[in-house]
């Protein structure tokens, strides 16, 4: 169950779609080991194995994940308003919604699993609660995930002009670098 954090993307900061992309396969990699390990170790204390992939994979949530949500809401979602793209403007008015609804019960999860790392162990209510909640964050990012790549995506790739893009890709390595 090794987790590497770092891992060079497949894109570059000249295809900023691309990257937001590569981010979505973390994002989906590090949920699962979320939602295995809850799954698998219920009822009794973490080994080193598991604790270090729930250490990378809350790493990955508070550092990168923000900065993943950045990326969106400040340099893709405003460039499709300014465009008045209304083909996916309430997509993007839900999407923003499950970036603020995934904050919320990505707290939660950091809070019941560094419980169970630190103490040992969770109470009879906070291992099935922990097992709702990475169930429920799993589902939004599927879904998330799904209307960003079918159609936000592909939209924003054949609307945006290469200044766009470039100015996408170099908004986003700003972030990168802070």
Excluded at 136 to 159: M, S, T
């Amino acid at each position: 169950m090794a987790v590497q954090i770092g891992a060079r993307p497949d894109s570059g900061f000249d295809d900023p779609i691309g990257m937001l992309k590569d981010c979505h396969r973390r994002i989906e990699m590090f949920m699962n080991i979320l939602c295995r390990i809850v799954q698998q170790a219920q009822g009794r204390s973490l080994d080193a194995e598991e604790r270090q992939a729930v250490s990378a994979a809350l790493h990955y949530f508070r550092e990168s994940g923000p900065r993943h949500t950045m990326d969106e809401e400040e340099s893709l979602f405003p460039r499709l308003r300014d465009m008045d793209a209304a083909t996916v403007l309430d997509e993007v008015q839900r999407l923003e919604s499950d970036h603020q609804q995934a904050s919320a019960l990505h707290d939660e999860v950091e809070q019941l699993y560094s419980k169970w790392t630190y103490e040992g162990g969770l109470n009879s209510d906070e291992g099935p609660r922990l097992h709702t909640i990475t169930g429920k964050l799993l589902k939004l990012y599927r879904e998330h995930i799904r209307i960003e790549e079918d159609v936000v995506f592909p939209y924003a790739a054949e609307q945006f002009d290469k200044n766009a893009l470039a100015a996408m890709g170099a908004e986003i390595k700003v972030r990168r670098e802070l």
